[in-house]
């Protein structure tokens, strides 16, 4: 069975998404408390092998995100190495709105997320937001470029697109169970649901 890659941002209906597979049967990576992120950065860096060496047991990976004050990692960034290593992969570009995006992202952790920012970027907050939304944008016209007329690519806009189309995407090797899709982790964070 080939491997599934969300290679959106995280905070991109990540949760949801690795919900619905793991409720419909299989075995997905979400994070793994940043070790997807970490090896994925480390194999790239330092040339070290495959890029999921002793993360390669699961079939979906996504939340390709780590930082602390001193690290900043969004390895779904490593894309073109991902879909070097793995050309038979299905990919699927979560996006979203960018400032909806942001904003679920600066509220993050309860605000938490972008303090660190702050301390791991020595900048403002508006600064940041800006520096976020325009990479953001960046990296997901690049993605688009790159996969163009590959049939294992596809975008999902969580806001617009039914999850049908990730279904249909992954069909037939994936059976989703559409009615195990729904909203994870949404908060309401001064006043604003994210």
Known sequence: MERVFFIGYHKIATTSLHNLFRRSGYVSAHCLGGRLAKQIENAVSNNKGSLLKGIEGWQVYSDMHFSDEDR????????????????????????????????????????????????????????IYDLWRDRKNTVEAEMKHYFVGNPR??????????????????????????????????????????
Not at 89 to 113: C, D
Request: charged fraction near 35%; charge should be positive.
């Open 153 to 194: 690519f596809t975008v999902f806009d969580i806001d617009k697109d039914s999850i049908d189309k990730v279904v249909k995407h992954v069909s037939p090797e994936y059976k989703l169970d559409s009615k195990h899709w729904g909203v994870a982790n949404r908060k309401k964070y001064n006043g604003v649901i994210e």
């Open 72 to 127: 900043w990692i969004d390895a779904n960034e490593y894309y073109k190495e991902i879909a070097e290593e793995f050309p038979r992969a299905y990919y699927i570009l979560n996006t979203r709105p960018s400032r909806s995006w942001v904003r679920s992202r600066a509220n993050h952790r309860e605000g938490e997320f972008i303090e660190r920012a702050e301390k791991f970027y020595n900048l403002p907050r508006d600064i």
